[in-house]
């Protein structure tokens, strides 16, 4: 049960439907739909009928973190005359992102550690970044979040052993979970909560049957997770101690193709670079894009040189980051939600479960 709202609500399949309506209206609604390829996509809909219901266990190929950290932005307009002048360009859009994994939920908490604005319920402290980023905080102040709760994982999930799953238990605004022909809807905020009294009529309070069948489906769906977990804190304990031996990552660094796809499906990955882009000659932009440690001009400094040149270097880099408890205690959360996206998209088959079971074996 929710830990800001002691109530469980319920809402029909036909209410759920009519209550997205008025929200499409209001606002930009990002949900699973299927791309021209017909794997599942976050993308803007105009109708309920656009979401691809049929996503129930398969995660979205990219998670939705595009909407609060786009992979092109311009940040800023500057110009010179008479003095420097900064006019920042923000997404003053309002959205709410409908069908979002608790996987993905938690990976954008791992983000407001990163780039500021706080976790949504406030329950968890931690230290706010030295230079709050305005850009993130406003797209994640102005989305609200309906997340779904997850029945059985899907081939790559694994979740349950990153502590990002199958439910939450905070930090989102409401949380259905598919029940008897309808919803069980879990408030996680104040926002979330003022959706239920502002539009009570598609809502109704669950029984003490349904309050216990909840229970069940989460059990139920815990249990169906391969235990695997006690892998992922020995390789955490072994990454910490520096006690894995440089022959994997030299292993493991020969295979990697340098193409930065890891980084890219990750949801917790959030490298980028900066530009400064001249369109006049007293005036431009500064655009941010998506970048990955995963390429050699990630560390590239100036005079040219590359400071980690080596792909082996930096594949060790990339999950130390993720595994070293030096992380965990800054950022209150593994650098990996269990997402599963590295084991579909990696062509040299280096992802997350195949990193911990080489360092367990080793």
Wanted: proline share 4%; with cysteine; glycine share 8%.
């Amino acid at each position: 049960m929710s830990r800001y709202e002691e109530n469980l609500w319920v809402i029909t399949r036909d209410n759920l439907f009519a209550l997205m309506d008025v929200f499409i209206k209001t606002r930009e609604v990002i949900a699973p739909v299927r791309g021209h390829g017909g794997e599942v996509i976050f993308y803007p809909i105009e109708s309920i009928d656009d979401v691809a219901w049929d996503w129930q266990y398969v995660n979205a190929v990219l998670p939705p973190k595009r909407f609060f950290l786009p992979q092109t932005e311009i940040m800023f307009e500057y110009s010179f005359d008479n003095g420097y002048r900064i006019t920042p360009r923000y997404d003053d859009q309002v959205r709410m992102i409908f069908g979002i994994r608790p996987c993905d939920v938690n990976a954008l908490i791992f983000l407001d550690r990163f780039f500021g604005g706080g976790s949504v319920s406030k329950k968890a402290p931690y230290e706010e970044p030295l230079f709050p980023d305005s850009h993130y905080i406003k797209r994640r102040a102005n989305t609200f979040i309906i997340a779904f709760g997850c029945h059985q994982p899907g081939e790559n999930c694994f979740c349950i052993c990153c502590e990002s799953g199958p439910f939450l238990e905070e930090d989102y605004d409401l949380q259905l979970t598919s029940m008897n022909g309808g919803y069980a809807v879990e408030v996680g905020s104040a926002r979330g909560l003022k959706i239920i009294y502002g539009n009570e009529h598609f809502f109704r309070l669950a029984s003490s049957n349904e309050v216990e069948e909840l229970g069940r489906i989460k059990e139920d769906a815990v249990n169906k997770f391969r235990d695997t977990c006690a892998y992922m804190s020995k390789a955490i304990r072994r990454v910490t101690e520096g006690k894995v031996d440089n022959s994997l990552w030299e292993k493991l660094g020969e295979r990697c193709l340098d193409c930065g796809g890891c980084s890219y499906v990750c949801p917790t990955c959030c490298c980028y670079n900066v530009v400064d882009t001249p369109l006049a000659e007293k005036s431009g932009i500064r655009t941010r894009t998506w970048d990955s440690c995963a390429f050699a001009g990630f560390t590239r400094i100036a005079g040219g040189e590359i400071l980690r040149s080596d792909k082996t270097d930096r594949l060790k880099r990339r999950f130390f980051h993720k595994l070293s408890y030096q992380y965990i205690q800054k950022n209150k959360r593994h650098g990996c939600v269990g997402c599963g996206r590295c084991i579909t998209t990696c062509l040299a088959d280096i992802n997350m479960p195949l990193v911990v079971e080489s360092i367990r074996k080793q």
